[in-house]
Every structure is written in structure tokens, then in C-alpha cells.
């Protein structure tokens, strides 16, 4: 069957340091993947997509890799701060379909 | 305007009711997606359009649900005797072609009594 994972369990991390999101999908054949943040009551907010013939793509302080062979594609924030801290949703683009499918996401709690 | 906004922003209805949710897409934008989300889930596709034709409506979960885009733009996503079971985030979402970056709405929270 079809999934995308993400950790469920919250990541907490101390200011300054370097939080790794982790997502995972199987029987999916992604044209490219997206990352998101969430924040409680709101709609996601686009943050980095990386297509399927890219290896690594950075914004800022955001780093996303993509490993179509290990099926895994890595989320990174340098630096963290308290603000940071929200729920991540990473979703793919089945090739071939036009819809984006997520994950359930991952809480990152940054402590001052 | 800048980005897509979704009205109401919350709606509490009783059982068995009709209700309405609409969705701005981002001016120029050609399609337009509607998701749900549950709580402590990530958001699942109902819906998109491709202009004013609905060209894939297979996460819509039964046919209670119905959404139209008469004019290619604002889209307009129908429940008809709603269900307790209906309440959650509904996330509309705009991009400038099919495959493109997808930009969300702030969503509206459904509550079914």
C-alpha cells in the first residue's frame, strides 16, 4: 500500500541547534515533494519544493534533500529559534497526478 | 489579493443541514484544489480544477459533497446533509498551473452539531 510517514512523536530541540524532519513514503513515485509549516488553526504554508532530479535545495536557514532511492527526503532547520516551532507536512506530487498527498506531519518544539 | 482566502473562517452547523464554503484562489491562478484535515492528520485531497472543470473529483467522499468554479475562479465547495462526522479544516489551495507549488488558504473550520 501507498504511505507517506513522518515522526509522530514531537522533535524538541534547544535554540541554536539543528532540527532534522524526516519523511518517508513507499509505492509513490513522486515528480517532487513539498515542505510545509503549520501552525495551529491555519493552513499550511509552502516553505521548499524539491523535484525528483535534485538532490539538495536550501533557503536560508532551510535545507531539503531527496533521495529517490532511499525514498526519503530530509528536512533541516540551522539555527533554530522559538519561533521555528510548528508542525512540518511534507507531501508528494504522484507523478502523473496533479494532487498533492501528505504526511501527518511532525511537531518541532525549539526551547529558548 | 495577495493570497487565497477562504470564507467563512468558521462555520457551526447542525446535522442534516446544508452549507456553503467558499475559496478566493490567487488572481491568475488556474487551479484551484480543495483538501480536508482532521485533527492531528495531515490534509487529504477532495477536489481540483483545471480552469472551470473539475479534472480529478475523486477524494470527494461520498455525494454529499459537490464543489463548482462556474467562472474559473472562486470556488464554491457544497456539504448537503451534513454529518458529525464532516467536521474538520477544509484548506482550499491555488496554484499558477497543475504540478505547480500549491498555496493554502487559512481554511475553514467546520463544526457539525
Known amino acids: 500500500s501507498q504511505k507517506i510517514e513522518q515522526n509522530s512523536e514531537a522533535l524538541n530541540i534547544q535554540e541554536g541547534k539543528t532540527a532534522t524532519l524526516t519523511c518517508n513514503y513507499t509505492?509513490?513515485?513522486?515528480?517532487?515533494l513539498q515542505w510545509y509549516r503549520q501552525d495551529p488553526g491555519r493552513g499550511p504554508v509552502f516553505l521548499l519544493l524539491?523535484?525528483?532530479?535534485?538532490k539538495e535545495k536550501r533557503k536560508e536557514r532551510l535545507k531539503v534533500t531527496f533521495d529517490t532511492t532511499l525514498k526519503q527526503s530530509l528536512f533541516h532547520i540551522t539555527a533554530s529559534q522559538p519561533a521555528d516551532s510548528a508542525t512540518y507536512l511534507c507531501a508528494l506530487e504522484n507523478t502523473g497526478f496533479q494532487k498533492l498527498v501528505f504526511g501527518t506531519g511532525t511537531r518541532l518544539l525549539v526551547s529558548p | 489579493g495577495a493570497g487565497v482566502s477562504q470564507t467563512p473562517s468558521n462555520k457551526v452547523t447542525e446535522k442534516g443541514k446544508y452549507v456553503e464554503l467558499r475559496c478566493d484562489p490567487i488572481s491568475g491562478h488556474t487551479a484551484l484544489y480543495w483538501y480536508r484535515q482532521s485533527l492531528g492528520q495531515g490534509p487529504e485531497f477532495l477536489i481540483y480544477f483545471q480552469g472551470t472543470g473539475a479534472a480529478d473529483d475523486s477524494g470527494l467522499p461520498n455525494d454529499r459533497f459537490f464543489a463548482v468554479r462556474p467562472e474559473g475562479s472562486v470556488s464554491t465547495l457544497k456539504i448537503q446533509r451534513t454529518e458529525r462526522g464532516d467536521s474538520a479544516m477544509y484548506l482550499c489551495a491555488s496554484s499558477s498551473f497543475l504540478g505547480e507549488t500549491q498555496y493554502f488558504g487559512p481554511g475553514t473550520r467546520l463544526l457539525v452539531l
Open positions: 524539491i523535484r525528483e532530479n535534485e
Open positions: 509505492n509513490y513515485s513522486p515528480a517532487y
